[in-house]
């Protein structure tokens, strides 16, 4: 089994000696049958694949799927559907070439594993080191865990959350409570529970535009920027939320400066 994209060297060397351990299980078991040849299968390839046998693939190469995404391949030496099972998430293989796979009756292979001590080792070792490879392959796909380094902060009513004019370091979520925004001392809109605030500054370069203040006891959580840049790049939930919150300012300064304008004009 080989990942596909870039992988560390140990996980090179892992995979050459976990290709040796197949041939190493089979050893002294006939096959069932006589080799299976397939041409090209676009669809799933389990589909062509009787049930209780597994297969030693002797030439071609195997894709699997997971989720429609390319997952990984499967070459010669390799074993295909050893784990096969309804209740696993679902994989899909296929292959762009022809095949000739080698039956083997899978209750027979457990038997004769089952026989011998070092071949019940062999497949600890063979289903260890695949659960590390992909283990690998997880840690460096899986975007990192966003972890607030100044945590969660309390305030008191009438506590300032953030000051207009300070640099913007830091991205804001209201995790209960409710505060109100002020422009030169004048309150310009109300800050509600799982608001976002304080990110405009972020995208804009410049300082903070306003000052926001605690109208009740409030619990804040409090993320840097970097990593709530990286959090919106990966979360869209986020982003859709920043949009929103954002959208209800400008809609609340528009109708401000509409009644402003009615009221210069009366």
Same mark, same amino acid.
């Given at each position: 089994m080989y990942l596909l994209g870039e992988q560390p060297a140990y996980a090179d060397q892992l995979t050459n000696l976990l290709q040796s351990v197949p041939c190493q299980l089979l050893e002294g078991l006939a096959p069932c049958g006589e080799p299976l040849?397939?041409?090209?299968?676009?669809?799933?390839?389990?589909?062509?694949?009787?049930?209780g046998q597994l297969f030693l693939i002797e030439s071609g190469l195997v894709h699997a799927l997971v989720q429609d995404r390319p997952l990984f391949y499967l070459q010669e030496g390799d074993l295909?559907?050893?784990?096969?099972?309804?209740?696993?998430?679902a994989?899909?293989?296929?292959?762009?070439?022809?095949?000739?796979?080698?039956?083997y009756s899978r209750s027979a292979l457990l038997r004769h594993i089952h026989a011998d001590e070092a071949r019940q080792e062999l497949l600890v070792q063979y289903l260890g080191g695949h659960t590390a490879l992909l283990a690998d392959a997880l840690?460096?796909?899986?975007? &990192?865990?966003?972890?607030?380094?100044?945590?969660f902060q309390h305030f008191a009513p009438g506590a300032e959350l953030i000051r207009q004019g300070d640099e913007a370091d830091d991205v804001f979520i209201i995790i209960d409570g409710q505060a109100g925004a002020f422009v030169d001392g004048q309150k310009v809109g109300d800050v509600q529970k799982d608001e976002i605030f304080g990110a405009m500054a972020l995208f804009t370069g410049e300082?903070? %535009?306003? %000052?926001?203040?605690? %109208?009740? &006891?409030?619990?804040?959580?409090?993320i840097p920027k970097d990593q709530f840049l990286g959090l919106m790049q990966n979360? &869209?939930?986020?982003?859709? %939320?920043?949009?929103e919150s954002m959208a209800r300012r400008i809609g609340l300064l528009n109708r401000e400066v509409t009644q402003l304008r009615l009221s210069l004009t009366a």
């Open positions: 040849r397939l041409d090209e299968v676009e669809e799933d390839l389990g589909a062509h694949l009787p049930e295909l559907g050893l784990s096969r099972n309804a209740e696993l998430p994989c899909r293989y296929r292959s762009d070439e022809p095949l000739v796979l080698v039956p840690v460096r796909l899986k975007q &990192p865990e966003i972890r607030p380094a100044t945590g300082r903070r %535009s306003a %000052s926001v203040i605690a %109208s009740e &006891p409030c619990t804040v959580m409090v979360n &869209p939930r986020i982003a859709h %939320s920043l949009v």
